[in-house]
């Protein structure tokens, strides 16, 4: 299985809204209701922020939002603050069973 | 609140064999989740490696299949990952995680780096 598509960086200002996308193919995201993001900061473990493509988990602010289209997924982060930064992945249930990564995404808050 | 803790060598010598096992509180290991393996090496991304349920069903990432074995001890509520034939290249952090078995880890041990050198 290949490893999802997600951009290497991306930016933003505090304050601003970024998106970050992850694209499969129609064998992982566009066959699955079953994709997640996480948030990893330095030498910390992930932490879930959206599952179920849209849900978030209690305790994650409503800042954080998901949506799918077609084999691409997209993470949206909304009034961007500095502890937003850190590396995203994201993630995707396969019809065989198995779980596929993306590559992550490294965001700065400039 | 269900923890979860790493345990095992650090270092393991190539062509060997790694073993680490991860311990359960705060909750039975008897529940509708799967427990989980992720590594990330040095520097890169995540990657799951696979999952085991309580009944001991498992699955598996079809690029480390033929040298995985991840197991349930849900005496001891812990499970189990056993990696043959290392090489550098499985030099990682190796996290253990609980999910639904639909990809969503939702608790995560700290992590245990592991090292592939003679």
């Known amino acids: 299985q290949s490893a999802l598509t997600q951009p290497a960086s991306v930016s933003g200002s505090p304050g601003q809204s970024i998106t970050i996308s992850c694209t499969g193919s129609?064998?992982?995201?566009?066959?699955?209701?079953?994709v997640s993001w996480y948030q990893q900061h330095p030498d910390k473990a992930p932490k879930l922020m959206i599952y179920?493509?849209?849900n978030r988990p209690s305790g994650v602010s409503n800042r954080f939002s998901g949506s799918k289209s077609g084999n691409t997924a997209s993470l949206t982060i909304s009034g961007l603050q500095a502890e937003d930064e850190a590396d995203y992945y994201c993630?995707?249930?396969?019809?065989?069973?198995?779980?596929?990564f993306g590559g992550g995404t490294k965001l700065t808050v400039l | 609140q269900v923890q979860l803790q790493e345990s095992g060598p650090g270092l393991v010598k190539p062509s060997g064999t790694l073993s680490l096992t991860c311990g359960v509180s705060?909750?039975?290991?008897?529940?509708?989740?799967?427990w989980s393996w992720v590594r990330q090496p040095p520097g890169r991304g995540l990657e799951w490696i696979g999952d085991?349920?309580?009944?001991?069903?498992?699955n598996y990432n079809p690029s480390l299949k033929s040298r995985v074995t991840v197991s349930v001890d849900k005496s001891k509520n812990l499970f189990s990952l056993r990696l043959t034939s290392v090489t550098a290249a499985d030099s990682a952090v190796y996290y253990c995680?609980?999910?639904?078995?639909?990809?969503?880890?939702?608790?995560w041990g700290q992590g245990t780096l592991v090292t592939v050198s003679s």
């Open positions: 995680a609980r999910s639904l078995g639909l990809g969503d880890f939702d608790t």
């Open positions: 705060g909750g039975s290991m008897i529940s509708s989740n799967w």
């Open positions: 085991v349920y309580h009944t001991g069903d498992t």
């Open positions: 129609s064998s992982d995201i566009g066959d699955s209701y079953y």
């Open positions: 179920e493509v849209t």
């Open positions: 993630t995707s249930y396969t019809g065989r069973t198995t779980v596929v």
